[in-house]
């Protein structure tokens, strides 16, 4: 039996409509990371566009940069996890909502 084409087409664009309004949600929600209990923090969108680093002005030690440097890193690494699984949590309950019905794999 052969694929119906228009039914097809009208997945592809209920897709495409869903996929607009998540990227839409995703840079309007904002993700905060943070190391060292919150002594240093960094906010960025769900589509990784950062927004603001804090650092307690206790955790800046001149004689021990190295340790700063490094929750600096960690907390960027918190923020991007954060905002990598805010999408795909976004992404699959757009998906499963949609109805849209996906090849075996590509399930969210």
């Given at each position: 039996m052969q694929p119906d084409?228009?039914?097809?087409?009208?997945?592809?664009?209920?897709?495409?409509?869903?996929?607009?309004?998540?990227?839409?949600e995703l840079a309007a929600t904002?993700?905060?990371?943070?190391?060292?209990?919150?002594?240093v923090k960094i906010s960025c969108t769900g589509e990784l566009e950062f927004q603001s680093v804090k650092v307690q002005a206790d955790t800046v030690d001149v004689s021990d940069i190295e340790t700063l440097e490094d929750l600096i890193l960690t907390?960027?690494?918190?923020?991007?996890?954060?905002?990598?699984?805010?999408?795909?949590?976004?992404?699959g309950r757009s998906i499963n909502s949609s109805g849209i019905q996906l090849p075996p794999g590509f399930g969210f």
């Open positions: 084409l228009n039914e097809m087409m009208r997945n592809v664009q209920k897709m495409q409509q869903a996929m607009e309004k998540l990227q839409g904002v993700v905060e990371g943070s190391a060292g209990g919150g002594a907390a960027i690494k918190d923020a991007c996890e954060k905002a990598k699984n805010l999408g795909r949590d976004k992404m």
